[in-house]
């Protein structure tokens, strides 16, 4: 599966942005999916999921009541929708396919689909 991530740019901070990820070759309904995010100097980090069969989502403590993860199969894409975003958001944002865990059955682990990024700036 290929995916390609849309949607970033720079805000201000209280803004919203709301983050595209399609993906062509496979449905993403095969696919348990993802958001993370990446800082320079800092590690990938885990910010959203939602699961493959019941729509089941986990989210980063940072971004709960802020951020939500959804999915249109029928258009093969999956959303992040970020509100009351915040200089600490900002990133490259990545998406990723075949994730697990986010349906809390255990611990997430980030699939091996991952797409090219997106950036994020949020100013103060």
């Known amino acids: 599966v290929q995916l390609q991530a849309s949607g970033g740019g720079l805000v201000q901070a209280g803004d919203s942005l709301r983050l595209s990820c399609a993906a062509s070759?496979?449905?993403?309904?095969?696919?348990?999916m993802g958001w993370f995010r990446q800082t320079p100097g800092k590690e990938r980090e885990f910010v959203a999921g939602?699961?493959?069969?019941?729509?089941?989502?986990q989210y980063a403590d940072s971004v709960k009541g802020r951020f939500t993860i959804s999915r249109d199969n029928a258009k093969n894409t999956v959303y992040l929708q970020m509100n009351s975003l915040k200089p600490e958001d900002t990133g490259v944002y990545y998406c990723n396919a075949d994730l697990v865990g986010a349906d809390g059955a255990g611990t997430v682990v980030a699939g091996i689909h991952w797409g090219q990024g997106t950036q994020v700036t949020v100013s103060s």
């Open positions: 070759g496979r449905p993403l309904s095969n696919y348990g």
């Open positions: 939602i699961s493959r069969s019941t729509n089941s989502t």
